[in-house]
């Protein structure tokens, strides 16, 4: 196991009707916050009339900033830093999914430095300074709730970067699963996706002796996957969102890596799909890890075959080790198509004209990952298995 430093602040509210705990939360430290949303599911909900009419109540005086996209956009980012600056705000309130808290993160960092925003993803500039950022999250995916991490597509050269800070951990996140009822079904599993995909990062790693946490990323993965049955058959099922919910959380707070070298290739070159064509992030994962699986698997074989009989109980009786690994790659993939996820390039009409300019830009003439040191060809090679 490897040494490691681990913060997280991030108050959570679990449960249902928590939004009404937003004034609790949000104290009387804060009189003009930034409402920042998406494309306006929280107003078909009903969710946006109740915060603000809970604002309301506290005399808070309300800046709104809507319009977030999925895959949120650099330009939206420093329209929201203009609004904070001219106005002295002093608190930005996330309504909605990964991109919106994304995107309040990344405002939260540029209201309080005159550097431009997009260096600090670029350039590696250390974060000082940042607004509280708080959460209601409306879709269990990115774990951008109590994450250290913002995920901005800067729109001139259509570059999707992270960034991260222990001082972009949100303050505070609400976690209703009641406001995930509203969503549509490709959303709710390309969520799931990314969860499991989270803790897979982590999962496959070359770092010893890390038996408590490979445990917990295990039980993380098999919870996901049942309850995404659950879900399957019924998407009303509450019980089976509220797990979700938290394993969204579980999954991405970083709990789950500590100790452990992660991997990270997988989410760089699904950022290049999203980049390029828009892609639902859930998606690209769902497409590239399968990929990805099979180009590593005999780096690590022993992981691989830990995988499949702990995780998807493939019996291994009679089996070699190699046929063990696959199977449990093959049954990943069986789930996938049992949640109606792509699993190939195809399926979203994606060919192979833009592999290599995608491959050049998330590997940067360097390699990416840790499992396996990915470089520009072996990107190219995954994309292959991936047609
Ligand atoms: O914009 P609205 O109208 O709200 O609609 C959204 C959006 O179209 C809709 N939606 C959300 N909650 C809903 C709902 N529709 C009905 N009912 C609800 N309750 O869902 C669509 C997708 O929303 P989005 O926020 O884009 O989804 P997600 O949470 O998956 O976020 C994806 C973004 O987060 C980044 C991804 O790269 C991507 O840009 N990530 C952020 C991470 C982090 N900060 O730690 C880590 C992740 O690995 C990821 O990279
Ligand atoms: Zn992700």
């Excluded at 900033?65 to 930005?92: A, M, Q, W, Y």
């Excluded at 490979?214 to 797990?243: F, G, P, Q, W």
């Excluded at 491959?359 to 840790?370: D, F, L, P, R, V």
Aim: proline share 3%; charged share 25%; aromatic share 8%.
């Amino acid at each position: 196991m490897k040494g490691f430093y681990y913060h997280n602040p991030t108050k959570l509210s679990f449960g249902k009707s928590t939004e009404e705990r937003l004034g609790k939360l949000l104290g009387d430290n804060h009189n003009r916050i930034l409402l920042h949303y998406g494309g306006g599911s929280i107003k078909r909900s009903g969710l946006y009339d109740k915060v603000v009419d809970i604002l309301k109540e506290m005399n808070i005086e309300v800046f709104e900033l809507s319009g977030v996209e999925p895959n949120p956009k650099l330009n939206l980012v420093r329209k929201g830093i203009e609004i904070c600056k001219e106005n002295d705000i002093t608190f930005v309130l996330a309504v909605g999914g990964g991109s919106v808290i994304d995107s309040a993160k990344a405002i939260a960092i540029g209201a309080l430095s005159n550097e431009d925003i997009w260096k600090f993803f670029t350039d590696g500039i250390d974060v000082s300074d940042a607004l509280p950022v708080g959460v209601i999250l409306t879709i269990p995916a990115t774990g951008s709730e109590s994450s250290p991490s913002t995920v901005i597509t800067n729109e001139d050269g259509m570059l999707k970067r992270s960034l991260d800070s222990d001082l972009i951990r949100p303050e505070f996140a609400i976690l209703n699963p009641e406001l995930t009822l509203t969503l549509p079904d490709n959303q709710t599993f390309a969520g799931i996706m990314d969860i499991i995909s989270h803790v897979l990062e982590r999962y496959f790693t070359q770092t010893d002796h890390v038996d408590l946490t490979d445990n917990l990323c295990e039980a993380t993965l098999r919870s996901t996957i049942n309850n995404a049955y659950r879900l399957k058959e019924n998407t009303m099922n509450l019980d089976a969102r509220a797990e979700i919910m938290l394993s969204g959380t579980i999954a991405h707070n970083g709990i789950l890596g500590i100790g452990r070298e992660e991997d990270w290739a997988s989410h760089r070159i699904g950022h290049e799909l999203s980049a390029l064509y828009g892609t639902t992030h859930g998606v690209t994962l769902s497409i590239i890890f399968p990929a990805w699986m099979k180009y590593v698997y005999k780096e690590n074989l022993d992981r691989f075959v830990r995988f499949a009989i702990e995780v998807f109980r493939v019996d291994g009786e009679g089996k070699t080790l190699e046929e063990i690994a696959l199977e449990g790659i093959k049954e990943f993939e069986s789930f996938l198509e049992d949640t109606n996820m792509p699993i190939r390039l195809s399926e979203i009409g994606i060919s192979v004209d833009q592999f290599e300019l995608m491959a050049k830009k998330c590997t940067n003439g360097g390699t990416i990952g840790s499992f396996k040191k990915i470089n520009e060809q072996d990107v190219m090679n995954i994309f292959e298995l991936a047609k």
